[in-house]
């Protein structure tokens, strides 16, 4: 099955040093078709033109925005559509990611909106969950991923499903060095499956859940082999052409 392997560049990188990575990306993945990849490159809103036009003629890889407003247009300061995405040239857009909603303090629902909207807008939605340390520690991993999921994917239209992937990112595990082990991430991802199966019904089967926090090239295969691991979103270890390749070719 076909793995999808995404960057998130958060807030890093200028129009010529994403420019430069995007480039150096490409030349990778021409050079060495990668078989059964997706790639995704999400930078910030001020270079997605730039990364689009660097991975043009790249079949297998597109670009993506790290948020969106719920709506089309208006009196919204500060805040993207799915339009205008769109016209920078992604396809897809990240929403709920955990930075978002512990450091911008995004709510579930609002979350909810955006997937719904930028759904119908006719992006495609990567869904970000994951408990933090306290969560999971105080036995609640179920119960938060089934409030994200269930208020995410409150609103979305039966027919934009199939543009939907969920990527679980333990909050703990981001940017800290700590992934989760084969067992932690094992049972989220089994989790976050049976909770999709409950919430959208049969498609939640095929939908793609990947993983995501301290992902680098060492452990990279380990993760896509686990069950329901259907890819990965690296942050730290994608800002750098060569080790984001070994990820998406290990
Ligand atoms: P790191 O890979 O730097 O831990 O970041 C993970 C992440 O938040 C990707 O969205």
Known sequence: MQKIIAANWKMYKTRAE???????????????????????VYPPFT????????????????????????????????????????????SWVLTGHSERRHVLLESDELVGRKTA?????????????????????????????????????????????????VAYEPVWAIGTGKVAGPQEAGEAHA????????????????????????VKPGNAAGLLALDNVDGLLVGGASLDADSFAQIIFA
């Open 117 to 165: 909207f930028a759904l119908a807008q006719g992006l495609s939605v990567m869904l970000c969950i994951g408990e933090t340390l306290a969560e999971r520690e105080s036995g609640q991993l179920r119960a938060v991923l089934q409030r994200q999921l269930q208020a995410g994917l409150a609103e979305i239209a039966p027919a934009d499903v199939a543009r939907l992937a």
């Open 191 to 214: 989790i976050a499956r049976e909770l999709l199966r409950e919430i959208i019904g049969a498609a939640g089967e095929s939908t793609p859940l990947l993983y995501g926090g301290s």
């Open 18 to 40: 994403a420019r430069e990575t995007a480039a150096a990306l490409a030349r990778h993945l021409k050079e060495k078709q990668p078989e059964g990849r997706q790639v995704i």
């Open 47 to 90: 270079a997605i033109a730039e990364v689009a036009a660097a991975l043009e003629g790249v079949t297998c890889a597109a670009a993506g925005g790290q948020d969106v407003y719920p709506a089309a247009e208006g009196a919204f300061t500060g805040e993207i559509s799915p339009r205008m995405l769109q016209d920078a040239g992604a």
